[in-house]
């Protein structure tokens, strides 16, 4: 087993009287690709906030290898773990290639002219190396969310969290991102993914995680967890997003 390398412990995370995360406990090893999947509200978007810091748990910890992420500075932590978001968050005013460019110049200190290197060969793996000068409203949604996620790969990072990252797209649209996330998977990169897309998660996840009402209820490989789900929660979510 290689090390873990991001460790939420008894995670709460509550907005008043709203108990959104209910004693979260999840370990991710490096390399590992881990799905969270559940309901609308079940919990996993606001997990991935937590993890990033763009929410402060309200108790419990989450550690990146040694360090607790609580202790760290909030740009320290963006740097080791990337995030897309189902809304692509681009600069309109930027090209594609600015957009990407524009944290590694900030944040890593690189010369434009590294940066620009490094952001024509993401937008190649991206396979957008044809639209690197055009800009957000010039692009359709799935080729704006490949944008989103060069420009998450630009700053490095350990670990790439996705929020339900073809949500906001066509349905025509999202295989193109999906088949991006595959490949950084086959390159061996970890990343916690919240989703919808069943068979993506199949396919591509070493663990799918199931929540409900902000609990885990249950976890396994996806031959575990699809073919011979063990828990009533996680049997009757399946037999209802599956049979749609």
Same mark, same amino acid.
């Given at each position: 087993?290689?090390?873990?390398?991001?460790?939420?412990?008894?995670?709460?995370?509550?907005?008043?009287?709203?108990?959104?995360?209910?004693?979260?406990?999840?370990?991710?090893?490096?390399?590992?690709?881990?799905?969270? @999947?559940?309901?609308?509200?079940?919990?996993?978007?606001?997990?991935?906030?937590?993890?990033?810091?763009?929410?402060?748990?309200?108790?419990?910890?989450?550690?990146? /290898?040694?360090?607790?992420?609580?202790?760290?500075?909030?740009?320290?932590? /963006? /740097?080791? @773990?990337?995030?897309?978001?189902?809304?692509?968050?681009?600069?309109?005013?930027?090209?594609?290639?600015?957009?990407?460019?524009?944290?590694?110049?900030?944040?890593?200190?690189?010369?434009?002219?590294?940066?620009?290197?490094?952001?024509?060969?993401?937008?190649?793996?991206?396979?957008?190396?044809?639209?690197?000068?055009?800009?957000?409203?010039?692009?359709?949604?799935?080729?704006?969310?490949?944008?989103?996620?060069?420009?998450?790969?630009?700053?490095?990072?350990?670990?790439?969290?996705?929020?339900?990252?073809?949500?906001?797209?066509?349905?025509?649209?999202?295989?193109?991102?999906?088949?991006? @996330?595959?490949?950084?998977?086959?390159?061996?990169?970890?990343?916690?993914?919240?989703?919808?897309?069943?068979?993506?998660?199949?396919?591509?996840?070493?663990?799918?995680?199931?929540?409900?009402?902000?609990?885990?209820?249950?976890?396994?490989?996806?031959?575990?967890?699809?073919?011979?789900?063990?828990?009533?929660?996680?049997?009757?979510?399946?037999?209802?997003?599956?049979?749609?």
């Amino acid at each position: 087993m290689t090390e873990t390398i991001l460790a939420v412990e008894g995670l709460h995370k509550s907005f008043g009287s709203l108990n959104v995360l209910r004693g979260i406990d999840l370990q991710i090893h490096e390399g590992e690709v881990v799905a969270l @999947i559940g309901a609308s509200g079940s919990g996993k978007s606001t997990l991935l906030r937590c993890v990033n810091r763009l929410e402060s748990p309200t108790s419990g910890t989450v550690r990146f /290898r040694d360090k607790v992420l609580t202790n760290e500075n909030v740009n320290t932590i /963006r /740097r080791e @773990i990337g995030m897309v978001f189902q809304r692509f968050h681009l600069f309109p005013h930027l090209t594609a290639l600015q957009n990407i460019t524009l944290a590694p110049c900030k944040v890593l200190g690189l010369s434009e002219q590294e940066a620009e290197r490094d952001a024509r060969e993401l937008l190649e793996q991206v396979r957008l190396e044809a639209k690197a000068d055009n800009f957000p409203g010039e692009l359709s949604g799935g080729q704006q969310q490949r944008v989103a996620i060069a420009r998450a790969l630009a700053l490095k990072p350990a670990v790439l969290l996705f929020d339900e990252p073809t949500s906001a797209l066509d349905p025509e649209l999202v295989g193109e991102v999906l088949e991006v @996330i595959g490949e950084l998977a086959k390159q061996g990169r970890t990343m916690l993914i919240a989703t919808h897309e069943m068979q993506f998660a199949q396919e591509v996840a070493h663990r799918v995680v199931f929540l409900h009402g902000g609990e885990i209820h249950e976890q396994g490989t996806p031959a575990e967890l699809f073919r011979n789900p063990k828990q009533e929660r996680t049997q009757e979510f399946l037999a209802r997003i599956l049979n749609r």
